[in-house]
């Protein structure tokens, strides 16, 4: 009797405890209650706040002055589940004025109930003006906050950050988002620049290396990712690529994997064949020979003839095919030529290829590393090797 009487007070006191540990809720915070930011915008200070202080706040700090102006973009949660907003409701926008991210952050909070909240963010996007000064000591902040995920994609826009995040869209979406989600066709086209992320960079930033962001612009009300912004080691934008020189980079950084080229068609150039990219074998390699170095590019790229524009070309015609073959490699030999002198010309090496000679020739780069882009790296010559293969031609019309 006593031993059940036991065991029955024990089930008792587990029960107990279990509803202790399963009320998860004790700290609940509603969706609505909590400033979910998608999006931030980085640009100059304009003066502007002595016109309309309602819409830009000054952040408080001893030292410093009113020099960046920080625009949050956050997602606006309605009560009313049936009622449908539209996409200019979609979002709210919030901004403050100063030097330092964390006050600025913080003089936000003085306007809003809720409290910043960082872990969802997509995208920063900073101002061509503000990239070009340098962006260093403001992606610190974004480091230290424990909310950031490495994921956090970075962008440059030659007009004002802004304005990115308050031009009405096309699509039913809030734009950071939007934005973020365009990224994810970086393999299909190799316009755009690869891997835009906070956690790539600041490993580049870490090392002293120079790297590459997305320009972002609004067109029309359409986005448009394209040309790509160059940072050299000391973080300041010192030029750009253009969309040809970003995919031949790519394909210098062995990630071209997807794409198109549009060359003249061999049997009648003033129409054209597209050649449709499945297949990428890139081998990049480092030659010292005594004191003088060189590059050697070698690839083998597969795909098929993707469009066909002369009429009645017979497209099995091993002529043919050999013809565009040719012809499409030629354009590849051009886009690596072409993204290869812009970087020689800017002083700055963003491909990876410097890890390359460190990688084989650690002696060597050891003597040459702190020279390496203002030095060695504009007169090291480069050989490029490049052979494709049409596996699935188009049939003859």
Not at 42 to 48: K, L, N, R, V
Not at 216 to 226: G, H, I, R, S, W
Not at 240 to 268: C, H, T, W
């Amino acid at each position: 009797m006593h031993k059940r009487l036991s065991i029955r007070l024990a089930l008792g006191i587990i029960l107990l405890l279990l509803t202790v540990t399963v009320s998860g809720c004790w700290d609940r915070k509603e969706i609505e209650n909590r400033g979910y930011v998608l999006g931030v915008a980085i640009d100059y200070a304009t003066g502007e706040h002595n016109k309309r202080k309602s819409e830009f706040l000054y952040a408080p700090q001893g030292a410093g002055q009113r020099k960046y102006l920080v625009t949050m973009q956050l997602p606006k949660f309605r009560k009313e589940a049936s009622k449908e907003i539209s996409s200019a409701q979609q979002h709210l926008i919030w901004a403050a004025e100063g030097e330092s991210m964390f006050a600025i952050t913080r003089a936000i909070n003085t306007k809003v109930y809720f409290a910043m909240f960082f872990e969802d963010i997509q995208i920063i996007i900073f101002s061509e003006a503000v990239a070009r000064e340098g962006i260093g000591s403001i992606i610190d902040f974004w480091l230290r906050d424990a909310e950031i995920r490495r994921k956090v994609k970075l962008f440059v826009t030659p007009g004002r950050a802004e304005d990115i995040l308050k031009t009405k869209l096309q699509v039913e979406e809030v734009n950071s988002m939007f934005i973020a989600k365009l990224t994810q066709n970086v393999n299909k086209s190799p316009y755009f620049v690869s891997k835009p992320v906070i956690g790539e960079i600041s490993e580049a930033m870490r090392d002293k290396r120079s790297f590459v962001m997305p320009l972002v612009m609004v067109e029309e009300k359409e986005v448009k990712l394209t040309r790509a912004a160059v940072f050299n080691k000391q973080q300041k934008m010192i030029g750009e690529f253009d969309e040809f020189e970003v995919y031949g980079a790519k394909l210098l950084k062995r990630e071209l994997k997807q794409g198109v080229i549009v060359v003249p068609n061999p049997s009648d150039t003033k129409r054209i064949a597209v050649f449709e990219l499945y297949e990428a074998d890139i081998e990049v390699k480092p030659h010292l020979a005594g004191d003088k170095l060189r590059f050697l590019v070698e690839a083998k790229f597969t795909g098929t003839l993707a469009e066909n524009q002369a009429a009645g070309q017979d497209a099995l015609d091993p002529v043919f095919t050999k013809a565009i073959e040719q012809a499409v490699a030629a354009e590849y030999t051009r886009l690596v030529n072409k993204a290869y002198i812009k970087q020689q010309d800017l002083k700055v090496e963003v491909c990876g290829l410097g890890k390359l000679v460190y990688n084989k020739y650690p002696q060597y780069w050891k003597s040459i590393k702190e020279r390496w882009e203002e030095e060695i790296f504009p007169q090291t010559p480069l050989d490029i090797k490049i052979k494709v293969t049409v596996r699935r031609p188009v049939l003859k019309r």
